[in-house]
């Protein structure tokens, strides 16, 4: 991270230089990590918001759950003009994006498909849905708001809007709303 912070681009941070940074041999950072790509992505999550717990109480509170938790990161991302470049600079290095995709997108994009395959299961989505779609039909708005537009509005209750919005259109007609 101070590397980093010290404004060295992602690939000009060799591992000699890292493990120099750090006071440590090279060895050391390979026990742990097999190349730069790995170590990034971990210097990445341990700067972001903790993956939420949900309350499994219904599909749409664990959808807000999940989703509030991409618009924490976009606040944080917000805020801090280092995470914004390590995020612009990850992008350019298709090596650390396929790591970054690997270890935290691919896990959290599962874990919110399987949400969705048990709101399906228990009635609370219809059954002709294909879930992966479902998938980025949710989670576009916020994806919208927080890479595309970086000056969008990230309010507190956004998370819950966006459920609810898409999940009016999503249920069985003889469903009923719940609402909380």
Same mark, same amino acid.
């Given at each position: 991270m101070r590397l980093l912070e010290e404004g060295v681009p992602l690939a000009e941070a060799s591992i000699e230089r890292i493990a120099r940074t750090a006071g $440590? =041999?090279? !060895?050391?950072?390979?026990?742990?990590?097999? =190349?730069?790509?790995?170590?990034? $992505?971990? $210097?990445?999550?341990?700067?972001? #918001?903790? @993956? #939420? @717990?949900?309350? =499994?109480?219904?599909l749409r509170d664990d959808l807000v759950v999940l989703l509030d938790s991409f618009r924490r990161r976009g606040v944080a991302n917000q805020s801090s003009a280092l995470l914004r470049t390590v995020h612009a600079q990850m992008k350019s290095s298709p090596r650390i994006w396929a790591a970054y995709d690997k270890l935290v997108i691919a896990p959290r994009r599962q874990k919110a498909v399987e949400v969705l395959r048990r709101g399906q299961e228990n009635g609370e989505l219809r059954a002709d849905l294909d879930l992966e779609l479902l998938h980025d039909v949710v989670v576009g708005p916020m994806l919208m708001r927080v890479v595309l537009r #970086?000056? !969008?509005?990230?309010?507190?209750d956004l998370a819950a809007r966006v459920v609810d919005l898409v999940l009016d259109g999503l249920r069985p007609v003889s469903s009923p709303v719940p609402r909380p």
């Open positions: $440590v =041999g090279k !060895a050391a950072i390979y026990r742990r990590w097999s =190349g730069k790509e790995e170590l990034f $992505v971990d $210097v990445l999550r341990a700067y972001e #918001p903790e @993956e #939420p @717990e949900l309350p =499994g109480t219904c #970086p000056e !969008a509005d990230l309010s507190e």
